[in-house]
Every structure is written in structure tokens, then in C-alpha cells.
């Protein structure tokens, strides 16, 4: 039991010593804070989705429209192969496999040379996502626009339908966000592609190295990729909602989401696989596939980004604007604590 507590003291004073070394700054809002929501965050987050589905299944699909290079990419590879692509890519029509057969019979490629051009055709499927990561930025910042202003309940801009009721323009709104926010947004997602690159590469040098001959090299980059390929991620998952939450450089923007990404490093992973679900599920293949392209080309990345606003808005709610009115009025802070502890007695 002592031993539990002593380490649970340390993360605690871990966690202090981080929060200590967040850059402060007021929430970017166009209204005043509405206040808790009464159900939760769970609760919202539920609200928001089944309660707005079409608007953002609207927004989804305008999103689309700048994933468009990278879902023609997927479906050209997949079509195709990827061993067809590997033999276009190396201009071999047919896949000779007759090297060290027998004598006058070595002219085709061995196993070895061609599982090698296997993997250089992973190499150019994985370097062809990462340049097109920075076009669907433009599509992500339209999308965080609008699940911020969900989250913090403010107003749209409305046209009056036939019955009188007001009806949200989210295609106005969406591209008032594109246009407000796709220079972080789509900064944030071009190094978010080199490092998927570099760690996507990495990963091929490594099953490279299972069918050649591993050395500490291979396994060094293997730990190495999947190390900055989590941080990475879950800075990102951090990062990308403060584009509109918060009007500072992006560089303070990254060192509260490397922060919180790192104090609250449990949490944050939990509800980034809750958010990458969808995605996630792509790999298990059949005709679940199926599925799974229908419910993200419906919603997919409007859930993803809903989900990380949201989960923003729970920090900034019992974190980052408490610490904020602590550093402009300590004065009032402490008179909090006081009246707290008083209550308390």
C-alpha cells in the first residue's frame, strides 16, 4: 500500500509540475460560456450527434470532397493490388520467380527481390497518403469550426425554412471555418504527414529486415517508430481542436496539446481509440470493410472530430479556464478556496 501511494504522490506531482508549464490564454468564443452541460460530456457528445446528424453528415460529406485525392489513391491501390502495383511500379509485366531454378533457367527475379518490390510499393502507397494529409486539412478545419460551435452551444447562422423554423447554413458555416483556420489546420496536418511517413517507412525496414537478416538497426527503428507514432498521434488527437479553441501561435498551441497529451497520457489514448474506431476497423478486412466505408464516408470524420472538441472542452473546462482566471485574478481565486474550505468545516 505505501509503495502504491508513493507512486501514485510522484504522478501526481508529475502531473503538477506539467500543468504548471501550460501557456494560458482565454477560449476563443464569439458568446459567453453557456455553462456545464447537465448531462456530461458523454452526454453532450450523444446530444450533439443523434440530435445534429444530418448537419454534420452534411459536413462529413464536404469533408469528402477534400479527402478525395487520398480515397482515390486507397481505391486505385485496392483495385489493382498491391502486388500488380509493385510489378507497374517496376515495370514488370509478369511475375518471373524462376532465379537459382537451374541451370539456363535463372533469368526471372528471385523471391527475395520481388517480396523486396512488394514493400517499395507499400513505400510509394504510404508516402502518397502523406502528401495527401495537408489537402484534407483544409476539409478538417471546416469540420472543427463546427463541432466547437456545438460544443459551446453558440449560435449559427440561419435561414428561416417553410414552417418558420430556423434552420442552420452549414455550408456557409463550414467554409467560414476553412477559411478562418486551414492555415494551422493544414501546417499541423503536413507534419503530421512527414512523421507518418518516416514511421511508416521505418516499419517496412523493419519486415525488410525479417526477410533479409534482422540487425539492432531494424529493431532500434522499429521501437523508435512505434514510440513517435503514438506521440504523434495523440498530440495530434490534443492539438487539433485548440486551432479554434484558443487565438495563439501554433507553437503554444502544440506545447499544451504535448502537455495535456502527456499528463493525462490514459485518458487521452482511451478516447483517441473511441475516436480512431472507425478507422481502425478498416483493417479487419471482408465485408466488414463494406461497413465500415459506408458509416465513415456518412460520418466518420465528423465522430473524429467531435469526439477530440469535445474531449478539449472537458480540459479547458476543469483545467485550462480555471488556471486562466487563477492567473488574471488570484485575488478572487483565493477567496474561492477560502469560501470552499469554510463550506467545508
Wanted: aromatic share 12%; net charge positive.
Amino acid at each position: 500500500m505505501a509503495e502504491k501511494n508513493a507512486k501514485t504522490k510522484k504522478s501526481g506531482e508529475l502531473q503538477l509540475k506539467l500543468l504548471q508549464k501550460l501557456i494560458l490564454a482565454p477560449e476563443n468564443r464569439n458568446e459567453p460560456s453557456k455553462g456545464a452541460y447537465p448531462k456530461g460530456r458523454f452526454g453532450m457528445f450523444k446530444d450533439i450527434l443523434f440530435g445534429n446528424f444530418s448537419n454534420l453528415a452534411m459536413a462529413n460529406i464536404l469533408t469528402l470532397i477534400f479527402a478525395l485525392p487520398l480515397i482515390a489513391l486507397i481505391c486505385f491501390v485496392l483495385v489493382i493490388g498491391f502486388e500488380n502495383f509493385s510489378y507497374m511500379l517496376n515495370g514488370v509485366k509478369e511475375p518471373y520467380l524462376l532465379s537459382d531454378f537451374g541451370i539456363g533457367l535463372s533469368r526471372g527475379a528471385s523471391l527475395i527481390a520481388t517480396k523486396a518490390n512488394m514493400l517499395i510499393a507499400y513505400r510509394v502507397f504510404f508516402s502518397a497518403i502523406a502528401v495527401c494529409l495537408p489537402i484534407l486539412g483544409f476539409g478538417i478545419a471546416g469540420l472543427l469550426y463546427l463541432c466547437t460551435k456545438y460544443v459551446w452551444g453558440e449560435s449559427f447562422i440561419c435561414k428561416k425554412d417553410k414552417y418558420g423554423n430556423d434552420v442552420p447554413r452549414i455550408i456557409i458555416e463550414y467554409f467560414r471555418g476553412v477559411k478562418l483556420y486551414w492555415k494551422q489546420t493544414v501546417i499541423i496536418m503536413a507534419g503530421f504527414a512527414v512523421i507518418f511517413a518516416g514511421v511508416s517507412n521505418l516499419i517496412i525496414l523493419f519486415v525488410e529486415g525479417l526477410w533479409t537478416g534482422l540487425n539492432a538497426g531494424h529493431v532500434i527503428g522499429l521501437i523508435a517508430a512505434c514510440i513517435i507514432g503514438l506521440a504523434s498521434v495523440m498530440v495530434l488527437f490534443n492539438l487539433l481542436p485548440m486551432v479554434v479553441a484558443y487565438d495563439m501561435p501554433l507553437g503554444k498551441k502544440l506545447t499544451n496539446a504535448a502537455i495535456l497529451a502527456t499528463a493525462f497520457f490514459l485518458p487521452s489514448l482511451i478516447i483517441l481509440i473511441l475516436a480512431a474506431a472507425p478507422f481502425l476497423l478498416t483493417a479487419v478486412g471482408g465485408i466488414l470493410n463494406i461497413f465500415v466505408a459506408i458509416a465513415i464516408s456518412m460520418i466518420g470524420f465528423s465522430y473524429f472530430c467531435l469526439i477530440s472538441v469535445n474531449y478539449l472542452g472537458y480540459n479547458s473546462e476543469k483545467i485550462l479556464v480555471p488556471l486562466y482566471e487563477a492567473s488574471i485574478n488570484p485575488n478572487k481565486s483565493k477567496k474561492k478556496s477560502k469560501k470552499s474550505k469554510s463550506n467545508k468545516q
